[in-house]
């Protein structure tokens, strides 16, 4: 242990403090003990998402793949030679999943007991990819039930209109599993290539979190992971242009309320948004349409929405972009609301009070989110594949001044370009 890279980051803030390890396999191991804690959750990911459908390995040609693949693979991943990881976590009974984003992939579990015959399970499986022809065939079925389910869902597709709304170029305007049409191109070699060429270990992470320590996940880890050759992955992506595709999207469902989303499209470059910025966005939006801000109450008097109201900051390789939305009788007057209190607080500034308010909810919400094994470990993954640092996310909502959100609110929210979806019957 003594050859290994251990940084230890600690914060007063929240009392606690985590170890980052350069594992030899090229792995960047992150563990979080919680003294008192009876479980433990672990989560491992890779920088491989969705939109992820055209890049370079080592400056080679590009390779294209089809829509969907990413999300393919998540779920073909889990199957082996000699059985399914899920029934192997039944024997040792952890509580096991996956998800697929648009920018990442992850594979996680929460146990009590039998920690690291679990966290053993987890490193075999995504080190053991098995895809053969007859194997891939039998999941197109099930997959394309699963893009069917999502295409029936009003919320699902008032969100994903959204996107197709805003963004021309940009991946980010396909539905993250697909399409039956684009996952029937799928291959067994297809799936070799993405995961020669993303489940990398250097290009991934483990986060642990709870009722563990760092010996106990390196004595596994040591033994399981397989050190490899690090890889150059260029990602590409067309220009996409700062205006929107369309300003308004509708698409008629079976709802008893019309739903919508306005969306507001940043214009970034290809660096990750700073977690001083996230900080001052977070609290900027809670200021401007949490339940307590002056904005909601409006609407909500105004008989324009109900409390499904809410808000979203979504962000990725290339883009980025905030959501409002909900139910609402009368969707395009609820988005001019929203604009018009957008445009005023922009000419006079965040009121001091709703600021405060508005630091005071986000960071203690934050605060809270270190309490639970599962919060910690993923947003742990999410600052890894942001490049950013877990508690200077923290030490930037608690350094926020009002002027520090005020000039985030003139980078944003551009009400002259921006894009209503509504779904309704």
Not at 22 to 43: E, F, N, Q
Not at 44 to 56: A, C, D, E, H, L
Not at 358 to 386: C, L, P, W
Request: aromatic residues 10%; proline residues 4%; contains cysteine.
């Amino acid at each position: 242990m003594e050859s290994l890279n251990i940084k230890t980051v600690e914060s007063s803030i929240v009392g606690d403090k985590y170890y980052l390890i350069d594992h030899p396999s090229g792995l960047k191991i992150y563990v979080y003990p919680k003294k008192g804690y009876k479980s433990t959750y672990a989560i491992i990911g890779t920088k491989y998402g969705s939109v992820n459908t055209r890049f370079k390995v080592d400056g080679g040609k590009e390779i294209s793949v089809p829509d969907g693949i990413a999300h393919y693979l998540e779920h073909k991943l889990f199957e082996s030679e000699d059985g399914d990881a899920f029934a192997k976590y039944a024997k040792t009974g952890a509580n096991a999943n996956a998800y697929t984003s648009f920018e990442k992939t992850c594979y996680l579990f929460s146990c009590t007991e039998k920690f690291e015959e679990s966290l053993e399970i987890l490193l075999d499986f995504v080190q053991s990819p098995y895809f053969t022809p007859e194997t891939v065939a039998k999941e197109q079925g099930i997959i394309g039930q699963e893009i069917k389910m999502y295409d029936d869902s009003p919320s699902w597709r008032v969100m994903f209109n959204t996107l197709v709304g805003m963004y021309r170029k940009h991946p980010v305007r396909i539905d993250i599993a697909g399409t039956v049409e684009s996952i029937a191109e799928i291959t067994a070699e297809k799936l070799y290539d993405c995961y020669n060429s993303f489940y990398n270990l250097h290009n991934m992470a483990l986060c642990v979190a709870g009722n563990t320590t760092v010996d106990q996940v390196l004595s596994v880890c040591d033994r399981m992971l397989k050190p490899c050759e690090q890889h150059e992955v260029e990602c590409i992506f067309e220009d996409e242009p700062y205006e929107v595709a369309q300003s308004k999207i509708e698409q008629k469902f079976p709802v008893t309320i019309p739903m919508f989303d306005l969306g507001f499209k940043e214009n970034i470059g290809s660096e990750p948004i700073s977690a001083e910025k996230c900080a001052h966005t977070d609290i900027l939006l809670c200021a401007l349409a949490s339940q307590s801000s002056p904005l909601y109450n409006k609407l909500l008097d105004m008989e324009l929405i109900n409390t499904t109201f809410d808000f979203e900051r979504m962000e990725g390789p290339n883009y980025a972009a905030i959501l409002f939305g909900g139910e609402s009788r009368d969707p395009e007057k609820a988005a001019q609301v929203i604009k018009e209190y957008i445009d005023k607080t922009k000419a006079e500034g965040v009121n001091k009070a709703d600021f405060e308010l508005a630091k005071r909810a986000v960071y203690g919400s934050t605060i809270t989110d270190f309490n639970t094994n599962e919060n910690i470990a993923n947003v742990m993954i999410d600052m890894h594949f942001q490049d950013r640092e877990l508690f200077s996310y923290v030490d930037a909502i608690r350094n926020a001044t009002l002027d520090n959100i005020n000039k985030r609110l003139s980078e944003i929210l551009d009400t002259n370009n921006c894009t209503l979806s509504i779904v309704r019957g």
